[in-house]
């Protein structure tokens, strides 16, 4: 198929390019952008006028709920909800039911996203058997079947003899583990960052050092085993400048951050409201903060959704019991870009972060706009605002803290190997 995108504001995280220009793709590649000379007939015509086109985003965690959590989203809601926030790759965790700790599992899931044809959906194996953190999986086998990492998503491993052998193995044969660091028994019962709001509103605290101490744990065993690790979801500040050190040491990590800690502070919770129920928990300002400045730097390399959608049920409980998690895909765009509006980012910066950067880490040829790549894009209107409505969410779980508010970019169309598989103006 042949495509024609013309009059568009073409944006490439990788060189900073932001330049008006027209995109030529034939056979799902880019083919030119900006050849005028490029054939212009029997070709499908997109007119981006006023439009933005940035690469699609890429992102390192969405539940998709299938196996076994129907009843919170299905494969198909959640990838129409990724194709309105103009995700055409995405990284799903294991926790499922049952977690994808076998080959037939994965290559099941895999089956399935072919079929619906669009996203690009990208596993992450079980690190250990049903996640239990007792027995290791065979990575080998799961590699082979479509996985692209190994994680406990978020269930610890108790055992640090269990990890260590992890590590060994993923070493061995050159495999990524993904890793939320977060200790077992300092989080136990925790429900809210530790501190004066969580003591204020008489809930149960996750300390610091739940985040810290398990960092200094994977990083001794990254220095015994020489494994590559990618640590998920970072919360804190001093979590963070642990991970500065680590790199001034040259241990081979990277991490990421969740939308929502790049927003939102514990303070947020207000009067107990469930909808800002979230692991890891939303901790002070100042941490908030330092994750600002980290994503400046280059110390964090991506943000992510993290993904989680939910009954309406399990939010509607007493914030104790509510469910954990929040529905990101449709508001990860918007919301990265609220972050460079307010610390006066470009937006080729702020893409940065949910296209190349997270593809290069999963060595992907995706996320950069040139001549020979994928014609994976986000084509968007950058001077809208949309509010945040239930009824404005493909996915079927509305959980966000983020109802209500004003955001800004709104995702006009999806294209995936240069096929349009989302246009809002067909809506």
């Excluded at 926030?85 to 996203?113: N, Q």
């Excluded at 200790?183 to 925790?190: A, I, K, Q, V, Y």
């Excluded at 996320?367 to 020979?372: A, F, I, K, M, S």
Aim: with cysteine; aromatic share 6%; glycine share 8%.
């Amino acid at each position: 198929m042949k495509m024609y995108i013309k009059g568009g504001r073409v944006i490439d995280p990788v060189t900073g390019t932001d330049q008006k220009a027209d995109i030529w793709i034939a056979d799902g590649r880019i083919v030119s952008i900006g050849d005028t000379t490029a054939p212009t007939h029997n070709i499908q015509t997109f007119d981006a006028t006023g439009l933005a086109i940035a690469p699609g985003l890429v992102d390192l965690c969405a539940r998709l709920r299938e196996p076994g959590y129907e009843y919170r989203a299905t494969l198909e809601s959640e990838v129409s909800a990724a194709l309105a926030g103009g995700v055409t790759s995405l990284v799903c965790p294991p926790d499922t039911d049952p977690p994808l700790d076998e080959p037939a599992l994965v290559e099941m899931l895999k089956f399935r996203a072919r079929n619906i044809n669009q996203v690009h959906v990208y596993p992450l194996g079980a690190l250990t058997v049903d996640l239990k953190g007792e027995v290791i999986t065979e990575m080998a086998e799961l590699t082979e079947a479509g996985c692209v990492g190994f994680t406990q998503a978020d269930r610890p491993i108790i055992d640090t003899m269990v990890l260590l052998r992890a590590l060994q193995y993923a070493n061995t044969f050159g495999y990524i583990v993904w890793l939320r660091p977060q200790d077992p028994h300092l989080s136990r019962g925790g429900i809210a960052a530790s501190g004066p709001v969580a003591s204020r509103l008489g809930l149960s605290g996750v300390p610091i050092a739940a985040e810290t101490i398990a960092l200094h744990t994977i990083f001794e065993l990254m220095r015994a085993t020489g494994a590559r690790v990618h640590l998920q979801h970072l919360s804190s500040s001093a979590g963070l400048e642990l991970v500065r050190a680590a790199r001034r040491e040259e241990l081979p990590v990277t991490c990421d951050v969740t939308i929502n800690h790049v927003h939102l502070i514990d303070v947020d919770i207000g009067y107990f409201n469930a909808q800002f129920r979230i692991d890891p928990p939303l901790r002070a300002q100042g941490d908030r903060d330092a994750i600002r400045v980290a994503l400046a730097d280059g110390t964090i390399d991506a943000i992510c959704s993290d993904h989680t959608p939910l009954d309406d049920d399990e939010k509607l409980r007493p914030f104790g019991e509510a469910s954990p998690g929040a529905t990101g895909l449709e508001l990860l765009l918007s919301l990265t870009l609220q972050w460079a509006i307010e610390e006066k980012k470009s937006l080729a910066q702020a893409l940065a972060k949910i296209t190349c950067a997270p593809a290069a880490l999963l060595g992907l040829p995706v996320g950069r706009l040139e001549p020979g790549a994928i014609a994976d894009l986000c084509v968007f209107d950058p001077t809208v605002y949309w509010h945040v409505e239930r009824r404005a969410l493909k996915s079927q779980g509305h959980n966000t803290p983020f109802l209500g508010c004003k955001l800004p970019a709104r995702v006009r169309a999806t294209i995936i190997a240069g096929r349009v598989v989302y246009d809002s103006r067909n809506e």
